[in-house]
């Protein structure tokens, strides 16, 4: 019932085989999808060229600053405009 026979040996390495090729070619499949995005982002991004809109449409870090009025954290460039003022 356990005993070894050819058949079982080579059912086994085929089975094997064919999970290892599978795994390989969904592998270079996911490869290529990416491949194709990341060119199409280079293109996308060379189209848009290098003015202000295209370094804007990018998201980055920005300074943060505390307002010294009311507290909250708001943009270094100052561009908050604080309703709340000093009543001391």
């Known amino acids: 019932m356990f005993g070894f ?16 090729y599978a795994f390989k070619w969904l592998g270079r499949v996911q490869a290529e999808k990416t491949k194709v995005a990341r060119e199409q982002a280079r293109k996308m991004k060379d189209s848009a060229g290098s ?9 980055g870090v920005e300074d943060m600053v505390e307002c010294p009025h009311c507290g909250a954290f708001v943009p270094a460039d100052g561009s908050h405009r604080c309703d709340k003022l000093d009543q001391s």
Do not use: Y
């Open 5 to 20: 026979s050819i058949q079982k040996l080579l059912f086994t390495g085929l089975a094997i085989a064919a999970v290892w």
């Open 51 to 59: 003015g202000p809109a295209a370094r804007n449409s990018e998201p």
